[in-house]
């Protein structure tokens, strides 16, 4: 059943708490009210006066919970979904970690198919990191998978249907018509890069409009040369973070939220690997072997830091804490500040009349007690 109503809510509504009652029909919102709505033939779930607030969009996750998005199945990302629902996420891109054409290809498929799930977390389809990325910045990259920009290769991946975000190195050979071709219909973003500030600025003016993982795997600001990180805090392009306290200091946190945060530029995501949800160990993100210690996943061979454990529910909790910002300033740069990035923001992101019924219950210890995706129930604490 994905009709039901909610009472006795605080309601993240217009950028602002409002108690009161949402009524949802057929997984939209169909009516938000200050008074309780009343209708006979609907389920009613009393909120009991908790926070009632928009579900997490990550638009850059490489699984969990024992799951790689490159080896993932039809019947994984059931598993997968039903993960992220209980830590806050309603919807969500698959990253595909660069690979083969082959391999790739068969990523797109399996999640064409997984976008039709209804259990979980809905999949909206996928994020691919490269194969256009600069070596030098590689990350946990697989070297010898990396390539100069092309048109073809991009084209028959998109022709699937499921490509919604693509990162790429905008310095690379044919970079820029990839960018110039593909921002019609993507989100694409720069990453992986050792762009100086005037390539990235290209880059940006040719349609990238978001920055992959700010800080990360990328040249850094400098005073004399401000680069591909000196371009993404200057021009008006999403900026990506990693909020688990590793990728990014606090402070970075703190300053990105001042700089960005303003201008709902700013998005949460997870960067998670397969590691997420589960203990340290020996795991796998695409082609490569990881190491996780203490929470801290790397390449097992080089020690480079590779993608993360963090959730979104626990990012959420980490920008609070780091930015010091209230509730109502956090939400957005989690719900959305993505769905806008993605061009969704019509149907996804807050809360509203129309929208789709994508919804986290949480206490005042900010634990979830329900998350509904597309008004159907997929979590809820026991």
Do not use: W
């Amino acid at each position: 059943m994905n009709s039901r109503i909610l009472y006795n809510a605080n309601i993240f509504y217009q950028h602002k708490f409002i108690y009161g009652s949402l009524k949802i029909v057929d997984g939209k919102i169909a009516e938000i009210s200050r008074d309780l709505i009343q209708d006979a033939g609907l389920e009613s779930i009393d909120c009991q006066g908790q926070m009632l607030i928009p579900g997490f969009i990550d638009i850059h996750t490489h699984g969990g919970v024992g799951i790689d998005i490159n080896a993932a199945t039809y019947e994984d990302y059931k598993k997968l979904g039903a993960f992220f629902a209980s830590q806050g996420t309603t919807a969500y891109l698959a990253s595909v970690l660069t690979d083969t054409r082959e391999t790739t290809l068969q990523c797109l498929a399996e999640i064409k198919k997984a976008c039709s799930l209804t259990n979980g977390a809905e999949l909206m389809g996928c994020h691919l990191e490269g194969p256009f990325l600069a070596v030098q910045y590689k990350g946990a990259m697989p070297e010898h998978l990396l390539q100069k920009g092309s048109l073809e290769l991009i084209k028959e991946y998109v022709a699937t249907g499921v490509v919604k975000h693509l990162t790429i190195s905008p310095e690379i050979e044919n970079a820029m018509p990839v960018i110039k071709e593909l921002q019609k219909d993507l989100l694409v973003a720069i990453g992986h890069s050792g762009a100086d500030y005037y390539t990235a600025c290209e880059a940006i003016e040719n349609g990238a409009r978001s920055v992959t993982h700010c800080f990360n795997a990328m040249r850094l600001f400098h005073h004399h040369e401000p680069a591909i990180m000196g371009a993404a805090l200057e021009k008006d392009v999403y900026c990506e973070a990693i909020c688990d306290g590793l990728h990014l200091h606090p402070g970075t946190v703190s300053m990105l939220g001042k700089i960005k945060g303003r201008d709902n530029l700013f998005i949460a995501v997870t960067d998670s690997i397969m590691a997420a949800g589960l203990p340290d160990g020996e795991y796998k993100l695409g082609v490569n072997d990881v190491t996780v210690k203490n929470g801290d996943a790397r390449l097992t061979v080089s020690d480079v830091r590779a993608g993360s454990t963090l959730t979104m529910i626990r990012a959420f909790r980490n920008i609070l804490k780091f930015t010091k910002k209230p509730l109502e300033e956090v939400i957005p740069l989690l719900s959305e500040n993505a769905a806008k990035a993605l061009k969704i923001d019509n149907k996804k992101g807050n809360i509203d009349v129309g929208k789709d019924a994508d919804l986290l219950l949480l206490n005042d210890a900010l634990e979830i007690q329900k998350t509904i995706s597309r008004g159907r129930v997929v979590y809820e604490v026991r």
